[in-house]
């Protein structure tokens, strides 16, 4: 007799199958959703593999977001006190995991002279990644607090 999984186990299933998806999803459509600006110069082979690395790290790190999301969106729900700061951490570390893919591809295909998109960068992604910081200090702050 065959059982079903626990939804705690099923959950983790999805989370683990949705992870290694969008991992390798992100990573095979990087170049197709940013394409290289025309005339855009490209590293020196000798630095290709650091670059491509870095993307592979990236979409790995999108896919853990993914599963994150999925496995941690249940514990927020059940969020006691401060219900406000729990989600915070939630979505917080959500970004912190999913927006290297976007931010890494956003800075290669941008004009070195394009200020204006580079701000933008800074204020999608750098200004939230800071407040992410703050948000996850204060919870461990306060984790460490209530555990004394």
């Known amino acids: 007799m065959t059982t079903l999984p626990s939804p705690v186990r099923a959950t983790r299933i999805t989370a683990a199958f949705a992870a290694g998806a969008a991992a390798l999803a992100t990573f095979a459509l990087s170049r197709v959703v940013w394409p290289d600006p025309p005339g855009a ?7 290709l593999p650091y670059f491509l690395s870095l993307s592979v ?7 853990a977001g993914v599963a994150y999301a999925i496995v941690g969106l249940p514990v927020a729900r059940r969020a006691t006190k401060p219900a406000a700061l729990d989600w915070a951490v939630y979505l917080s570390v959500c970004f912190m995991l999913l927006s290297w893919w976007p931010h890494d591809n956003m800075h290669r295909v941008l ?6 998109g580079l701000a933008r960068i800074e204020y999608l992604f750098h200004v939230p990644l800071m407040v992410g910081a703050a948000c996850v200090a204060l919870y461990t702050l306060q984790a460490r607090r209530e555990a004394r």
């Open 57 to 63: 790290v990236e979409s790995l790190l999108f896919g």
């Open 41 to 47: 110069i490209t590293p020196p082979a000798d630095l």
């Open 111 to 116: 004009a070195h002279h394009d200020f204006a």
